[in-house]
């Protein structure tokens, strides 16, 4: 039985990345990809999940859901890495896409649709789940696990110097979901910016005569334009696609059991993740955190999905 899930993203180059493996994976049913502000303002994010989905033209249709902004005075975008458009500034041109239903109806309906049965990846801000968990009470009750690229373990950012930026561009949401009352796993940034890929990378996805590779091959070399130029890199990370991968192949992480929770408040360290560390603190657990990843099998296993 192929696993239903919704992925929540904010295209964005790695999350098209992870869009990539998914939507032609066969042990998933993507049931709904839902748009959220995060690398790129609301509306651009939803146009990009529209382009995404022209691009690689899946199998199967996933329900689409639009993006509205966040209630955050300090989001900031990240076009600085992802280009002006989010999608590496190729020039796409993109169907109509008004006329959808937010991403937290979406996400909402689906749940209840399927009540246990469907695991939510979040590729971006935390925004649609606080605002589906807001708006209907049995919603979270209902969703069998969330899993999550967010955070940072060591207290080093990406977005200021102790936030990483998904939890950075909304704070209040993300606390909210990482208090909920459900099976939570967390992919901070230490782990997946481990996984490194060097410039061979774009000579392993597939040529252009496949979709995967007509579209990854317009936008990833963005990226590697933007880590050297913005973060003096010679090699790229794609935290989006480590954190699909814990469903995928769980074996190649080691989770931990841990409390967190979110600065909402601090000059300089609103949106940080603040991890319970001292020892003989009997402070109840909210989340599986990754704590290690295999690296080289991880990359490995990138590159196994999008050639699949
Ligand atoms: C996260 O921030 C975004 O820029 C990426 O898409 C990823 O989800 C990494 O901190
Ligand atoms: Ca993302």
Do not use: W
Not at 13 to 23: K, P, Q, R, Y
Not at 93 to 114: F, G, M, Q, Y
Not at 209 to 223: C, D, E, H
Not at 225 to 253: C, K, N
């Amino acid at each position: 039985m192929p696993r239903r899930i919704i992925l929540d993203c904010d295209p964005g180059i790695d999350d098209s990345v992870a869009l990539s493996m998914a939507l032609f994976n066969k042990a998933f049913d993507v049931v709904a990809i839902t748009a959220v502000e995060g690398n790129v303002p609301a509306e651009m994010a939803t146009i990009n999940v529209q382009t995404v989905i022209e691009q690689l033209d899946p199998p199967r249709l996933p329900r689409l859901g639009a993006a509205t902004a966040n209630d955050n005075a300090d989001y900031r975008d990240a076009c600085f890495i992802h280009g002006g458009d989010g999608l590496g500034e190729a020039g796409f041109v993109t169907a109509d896409h008004h006329h959808r239903h937010l991403s937290e109806k979406i996400i909402c309906d689906e749940v209840r649709a399927a009540p246990g049965e469907i695991d939510i990846v979040c590729l971006g801000p935390l925004t649609n789940v606080a605002r589906a968990i807001q708006r209907d009470p049995q919603f979270i009750e209902n969703v069998s696990q969330i899993v999550m690229m967010g955070g940072s373990f060591s207290g080093i950012g990406n977005i200021t110097q102790t936030a990483e930026f998904n939890i950075h561009s909304d704070p209040e949401s993300a606390r909210e979901v990482l208090h909920a009352p459900v099976k939570k796993v967390l992919i901070p940034l230490d782990i997946t910016s481990q996984v490194q890929f060097s410039l061979s990378f774009i000579e392993q996805i597939p040529d252009e005569s496949k979709p995967i590779g007509a579209f990854l091959r317009q936008v990833v070399p963005y990226l590697f334009r933007s880590y050297h130029q913005q973060l003096g890199l010679e090699t790229v990370q794609i935290h989006d696609a480590i954190a699909l991968l814990q469903l995928l192949e769980p074996e190649l992480f080691e989770l931990e059991p841990m409390a967190v929770d979110v600065e909402v408040k601090g000059e300089l360290t609103r949106g940080m993740t603040v991890f319970e560390k001292r020892r003989g603190k009997n402070v109840p657990h909210n989340v599986e955190v990754a704590r290690l990843v295999d690296v080289s099998a991880a990359r490995q296993a990138v590159l196994k999905y999008l050639n699949a």
